[in-house]
């Protein structure tokens, strides 16, 4: 079953939060943003051992969910064996401040949930 489209949203207060959260919505949408923001651009295997936890499956359909919504663009080379690049969109690089804001916050914050660095 595919992701339900946000197009539409009723835009009471809080409607573009909602409509942030649904584009990076997923367990691994925010990790695979931050190795492309940090690496610039990736292969699909290259991403599979930053992200060792996420299987082929999970991993190709985020990947092809955030490409629907323009937030990557996944460049397919012709040669044998295929190779295929991720990178980020200029939309989105503009979930630069964001993805930074998440990080720090997580880098302050990890200790309370059990975690250390």
Known sequence: MG??????FDCTPGC???AAIGIIE???KSIILWHLL???VLRFS????KI???????????LRELEEDKIIIRKVYAQVPPKVEYRLSDLGVSL??????LKEW?????NLYGKSL
Do not use: M
């Not at 997580?106 to 990890?110: L, S, T």
């Open 106 to 110: 997580g880098d302050k914050n990890i």
């Open 38 to 40: 940090c690496d610039d």
């Open 96 to 101: 630069t401040p964001i993805l930074t804001a």
């Open 46 to 49: 290259e991403l599979r051992k």
């Open 3 to 8: 992701k339900l489209k946000h197009s539409r």
């Open 16 to 18: 573009s939060v909602e």
């Open 52 to 62: 060792p936890a996420v299987t082929q499956k999970v991993l190709t359909r985020q």
């Open 26 to 28: 997923g367990k691994w």
